[in-house]
Each structure stands twice: as C-alpha cells, then as structure tokens.
C-alpha cells in the first residue's frame, strides 16, 4: 500500500506537473535547461569528487572535454534508491540511482506517455530480461509509474505463463525488447487475441529495421486495425533518450536526463542541436545524476534527421552498433566469423544494413545475409524463406540512393547475389535465436555478417 502510494504521488506531483512544465517548450528552453542543469549537478559532493575538472567548466565546454568508454565506478556510500545491471558497452557495469536519479529517468517516461495521448495506460504487457539486468529492471520501473495495472514476464517463462498473459488481457499497452519479439509472436500473438484497437507498442533495446516491423504487422494485423509502433530508444546509464513519434524510423531527442553529442568520423564532438541534418556519427552521452557522468560513448551510431516541427528538438535516425566482430554457431550452417554493425565496408564501398534490411523487408522475406568481402569484389549469399528472383531485388535495391550502389555494382560485375530458398535454414535460425534469446536476455543476432578475405 506504502509503495502503491508513493507512486501515485510520483505520477500526481512530479511527472504530470512536469509534462505540463515542458508542454510547450521549443528547442532553446531545453538548451537552457541542459545548461542549467548541467551547472546543478557539477557542484554535487559526488560530482567533485569522481570529476573535480568539472568545476570550471560550463556544457558548452563538453565539445573538448574528450570521450569515455566506462562509466565510473559508484562510491559505496552513493544512495541506492534503485539498482540494476547493464551488459554494457565494454564490460557489465553495476548502474546505481539515487532518488534524484529516478525522479530524473522518470520525467522522460512520463513525457513520452504525454506526447502519445495517453498520460497513463489501463493495462500493459511487458515481456523482459531477467533481474537485475535493467532491460528488466528499467521496464517494470516504467510500467509501475505509467500503467494502472501490468503483466510483467521474464522472457524464458514464457511458455508457462501463456495462460497468465491471456487471462489479464486485453492490453492497451505491450513493451518488449525488439530481440523478444520472434518468441512472444510465434508463442503469443500468433495464436490470442490479447490487444485492444489503438494499443501502444513500445519496442526497445535494439534497432527497429523494417523486417521486424513487417512481421509484427502481418501476426498483430490479424486481429486488429488500429494499433501504434513506438521506437524507444533507451539505454540502462540513462533511461530513454529519445522516441519516435509518427515514423518509427524517426526518433525526437529527449533531453529530460542527459545532453548528447555526435562524435563524427573525423574524431569531432558536435552538439547535437548544432548537429546538420545528414551528419553520422556516434551517440555521446552525459548524464544527468547526483554523480554527473561526462561525455560517455554508447558506440550507437546515428544519422541526424533534421527536428522536430512541434518541439524544435533534433531528431535522429539510429543505424546500430559500431562494426564488431562476431562469430556464432548456427544449427544448419556451422560457425559463422565475421563482421556486423551499422555500416559495413564491402567492396570499397559502405554498405548501410539498416537500408539493406529494408529492400528485403519490401520482398516479404525472412533472411540471413553473409558476405564474403574481397575488399574490391563481393558476393552476397542471401538464403530466404521464400522464392525471390534477382530482377525484384535489384529494382528494390535501385529505389533508394543508399543501396542503389550495389545494383550499380551487380551490373559492373563487381558484386555477385547468390539467392538460395532454404526454408530449413530460415527456420532452425529462427529457432535458434528465440532458444539463445530466451536463454541470454537480449542478445544480439545479426541477420547481416560479412566476412573478411584478405
């Protein structure tokens, strides 16, 4: 009862009053905020000890401050009103929020339940990793401060807890982490009729590529009309970042607990609301907490858009991950060794995997992609689910600029596409990922690997 009343209060005094505060602000009231903020909290007792350089600086001095990989390690006597884990970046890090911290994560969530029209959710479904990872963490803090009443499973009780989720239904809200998804459409919503008309989607922890997309409409399309896919980009150092709005591919920057900066490729830090529109880089993040955490690298890179027509907040495009070595062991196929990420050097050329995925999505296929690079010649061995013929791929490939290069490419001979149906190779791949995501929290399994000959 204790804890129910805290969080009434929380909705009622802190983050209804602070939608209402920001309702009408425009792209230099957050600069001004981020400003001010920024000047609060390098004067904490935590700050002055972790960052004394700090001190003298203002946000506007970040530019040149220079980028961290790791986050700091907490003190021992930093206050643990909220506690969770993060694979992390580089290494698993143990992310501890004061009370301030919390209010301070909250205000985005309560923000993006504003902006969608809702304020607060009747009834959610929220599918996540295991504590005290925040991707499971993090997600039931939201839904306890967003949803009058949730149903909350762990990913690998999924199986067990299908009546559960069919008795609570229907759901004006569903949030999973977009790796979840494979498992909760084939178990879940391929088979119940679990939503309202008009629910909100909330997907997280991943890019959102159009294929992912696809699918989710053909499975959720079956029983309803009317629904919304919302891109939420999040991390567990500092909450949601930023939201789509009406496209998901496009997502409005929220400032409400951190300041972003892009760090181009040539090593610049340029902030984002003097970011151009067309500008790639990586997401560089301080974070607004009791412990103020400068200029840390999330390795996501982003393409800035243009802004938002209501708000004047930049708006970005996420691509993915910085390029990193893989190698896994797929049931049909055997080992796999190579390369994903958002953009990936083939034959001389960038080659975008968000954009890839697209043209694959327009087919109607589920994928795997893998790319023998020759460093000047190339060939794509795509396998897929269903029969697709070179001439539809190469028209698909010449709508957008982006990929217009590798039909270019196919027509110099410089590229080769190897389509193979294998419908058993499709589907074991599908199994093993949902048996890896139910069993490792939200890993993430590229449908694209290009792979190096020297």
Same mark, same amino acid.
């Given at each position: 009862?204790?804890?129910?009343?805290?969080?009434?209060?929380?909705?009622?005094?802190?983050?209804?009053?602070?939608?209402?505060?920001?309702?009408?602000?425009?792209?230099?009231?957050?600069?001004?905020?981020?400003?001010?903020?920024?000047?609060?909290? +390098?004067?904490?007792?935590?700050?002055?000890?972790? @960052?004394?350089?700090?001190?003298?600086?203002?946000?506007?001095?970040?530019?040149?401050?220079?980028?961290?990989?790791?986050?700091? $390690?907490?003190?021992?006597?930093?206050?643990?009103?909220?506690?969770?884990?993060?694979?992390?970046?580089?290494?698993?890090?143990?992310?501890?929020?004061?009370?301030?911290?919390?209010?301070?994560?909250?205000?985005?969530?309560?923000?993006?339940?504003?902006?969608?029209?809702?304020? $607060?959710?009747?009834?959610?479904?929220?599918?996540?990793?295991?504590?005290?990872?925040?991707?499971?963490?993090?997600?039931?803090?939201?839904?306890?401060?967003?949803?009058?009443?949730?149903?909350?499973?762990?990913?690998?009780?999924?199986?067990?807890?299908?009546?559960?989720?069919?008795?609570? %239904?229907?759901?004006?809200? @569903?949030?999973?982490?977009?790796? @979840?998804?494979?498992?909760?459409?084939?178990?879940?919503?391929? !088979?119940?009729?679990? @939503?309202? $008309?008009?629910?909100?989607?909330?997907?997280?922890?991943?890019?959102?590529?159009?294929?992912?997309?696809?699918?989710?409409?053909?499975?959720?399309? !079956?029983?309803?009309?009317?629904?919304?896919?919302?891109?939420?980009?999040?991390?567990?150092? #500092?909450?949601?970042? %930023?939201?789509?709005?009406?496209?998901?591919?496009?997502?409005?920057?929220?400032?409400?607990?951190?300041?972003?900066?892009?760090?181009?490729?040539?090593?610049?830090?340029?902030?984002?609301?003097? #970011?151009?529109?067309?500008?790639?880089?990586?997401?560089?993040?301080?974070?607004?907490?009791?412990?103020?955490?400068?200029?840390?690298?999330?390795?996501?890179?982003?393409?800035?858009?243009?802004?938002?027509?209501?708000?004047?907040?930049?708006?970005?495009?996420?691509?993915?991950?910085?390029?990193?070595?893989? #190698?896994?062991?797929?049931?049909?196929?055997?080992?796999?060794?190579?390369?994903?990420?958002?953009?990936?050097?083939?034959?001389?050329?960038?080659?975008?995997?968000?954009?890839?995925?697209?043209?694959?999505?327009?087919?109607?296929?589920?994928?795997?992609?893998?790319?023998?690079?020759?460093?000047? +010649? #190339?060939?794509?061995?795509?396998?897929?689910?269903?029969?697709?013929? $070179?001439?539809?791929?190469? +028209?698909?490939?010449?709508?957008?600029?982006?990929?217009?290069?590798?039909?270019?490419?196919?027509?110099?001979?410089?590229?080769?596409?190897?389509?193979?149906?294998? /419908?058993?190779?499709?589907?074991?791949?599908?199994?093993?990922?949902?048996?890896?995501?139910?069993? +490792?929290?939200?890993? /993430?399994?590229?449908?694209?690997?290009?792979?190096?000959?020297?």
């Amino acid at each position: 009862m204790l804890e129910k009343l805290k969080i009434l209060l929380m909705k009622k005094l802190i983050l209804e009053q602070w939608a209402k505060k920001t309702a009408d602000w425009k792209a230099d009231d957050w600069i001004n905020y981020l400003h001010e903020t920024f000047d609060e909290l +390098k004067k904490t007792k935590w700050t002055r000890k972790i @960052f004394p350089q700090l001190a003298n600086l203002s946000y506007s001095d970040l530019v040149n401050f220079g980028v961290r990989d790791e986050l700091p $390690e907490f003190p021992s006597s930093y206050p643990r009103y909220l506690e969770w884990w993060s694979s992390g970046t580089v290494k698993k890090k143990v992310i501890r929020l004061s009370k301030k911290d919390s209010i301070m994560i909250s205000r985005s969530l309560g923000r993006f339940a504003h902006n969608t029209g809702r304020g $607060e959710f009747n009834n959610v479904l929220g599918i996540t990793s295991v504590p005290p990872f925040a991707t499971a963490s993090l997600v039931k803090f939201g839904l306890m401060v967003l949803s009058k009443r949730y149903t909350i499973v762990k990913i690998y009780e999924i199986e067990e807890n299908i009546n559960r989720i069919v008795r609570n %239904a229907k759901y004006d809200g @569903f949030v999973t982490l977009t790796g @979840f998804l494979s498992p909760v459409l084939d178990k879940i919503i391929s !088979k119940y009729d679990i @939503f309202h $008309e008009n629910v909100v989607i909330g997907l997280t922890g991943d890019v959102l590529i159009d294929s992912v997309v696809t699918k989710l409409n053909n499975y959720i399309g !079956k029983w309803i009309d009317n629904y919304v896919i919302y891109n939420l980009y999040a991390c567990a150092e #500092a909450g949601l970042m %930023a939201a789509s709005d009406q496209d998901y591919h496009n997502l409005v920057y929220y400032p409400d607990a951190n300041g972003i900066m892009i760090l181009t490729k040539k090593g610049d830090l340029v902030d984002i609301f003097k #970011a151009k529109k067309g500008t790639v880089g990586e997401i560089v993040l301080t974070i607004f907490r009791e412990l103020l955490i400068p200029n840390y690298n999330l390795h996501d890179v982003v393409e800035i858009t243009g802004r938002d027509p209501k708000t004047g907040l930049p708006t970005f495009n996420v691509l993915g991950k910085k390029v990193m070595r893989v #190698a896994i062991e797929t049931p049909t196929l055997g080992e796999i060794h190579g390369e994903s990420g958002a953009v990936l050097r083939v034959a001389g050329a960038p080659l975008n995997t968000k954009d890839f995925d697209s043209v694959l999505a327009k087919l109607g296929v589920e994928y795997l992609a893998i790319i023998d690079d020759y460093r000047m +010649k #190339a060939t794509f061995t795509i396998y897929t689910d269903k029969k697709i013929n $070179e001439e539809d791929l190469m +028209k698909h490939l010449r709508e957008n600029y982006l990929t217009k290069i590798w039909a270019d490419k196919y027509n110099l001979g410089i590229v080769k596409f190897e389509i193979i149906t294998d /419908k058993e190779v499709i589907d074991k791949y599908k199994e093993f990922i949902i048996k890896v995501t139910e069993q +490792k929290r939200s890993p /993430k399994i590229p449908r694209i690997i290009v792979r190096r000959h020297d």
